[in-house]
């Protein structure tokens, strides 16, 4: 699963790396802890156009009643995202790119405790996820954007040591065919997109950093330091 991550770019970094032609007018916010329900940057193909916007972490589909149901939709199961309610019509046509510098995920230790780790590529590149967007309209009847997270069982012996569940990575080459409304995406399509994440996930790197994280109102760049774990 993925249940926090960073995004230390700035918006025109993004655009010129992602090769968006549009830049929502809102700053990306940079943050070394985004967590469930913040705004995270998304980037979309809107009737030829790739845009970059700014989507609520957690997908309201549009038949919900209520806001908070995005809260347990932060991530979307690739193995199941096509069959689901509250996914399956993003599958179809809302696919979107969430670019990050790298995520955290914990590990159970032989204590019991918790060790959180940061995970990010060797060289440093942007990361990519796989994502599905919506659009809902909330009670003062206005649009807003919100998105999920692609995820599918860890591969390679460091992130299944770590956890169960990674998020699909995308290689910076799959992005038009994923964002492209013109692709038609079922869920064999999708498993194609799950499998091509292991990839990418073999170029990755991680490091323990200091358990604070945990904490939604911790920030600064000195989360991602590596500590020595106990």
Known sequence: MCGRFVVARASAELAVELEVEQVSEEPIPQSYNVAPTNRIPLVVDAKGIRRLELARWGLIPRWAKDISVGVRAINARSETAAAKPTFRE???QRRGVIPVDGYYEWRKR?????QPY???PADKSLLLFAGLYEWWKTPEEEWLLSATILTRD???EQMVNLH???PVFMAKQDVSEWLSETTLVDQALVESFADRA??????LTMHPVDPRVGNVRASGEDLVSAIVED
Not at 110 to 114: I, L, P, S
Not at 198 to 203: K, P, T, Y
């Open 90 to 92: 993003a599958v179809k």
């Open 110 to 114: 032989a204590d019991g405790k918790k």
């Open 118 to 120: 940061f995970i990010y």
């Open 154 to 156: 860890s591969v390679g």
């Open 164 to 166: 169960d569940r990674m």
């Open 198 to 203: 292991i990839s990418v996930a073999d170029q």
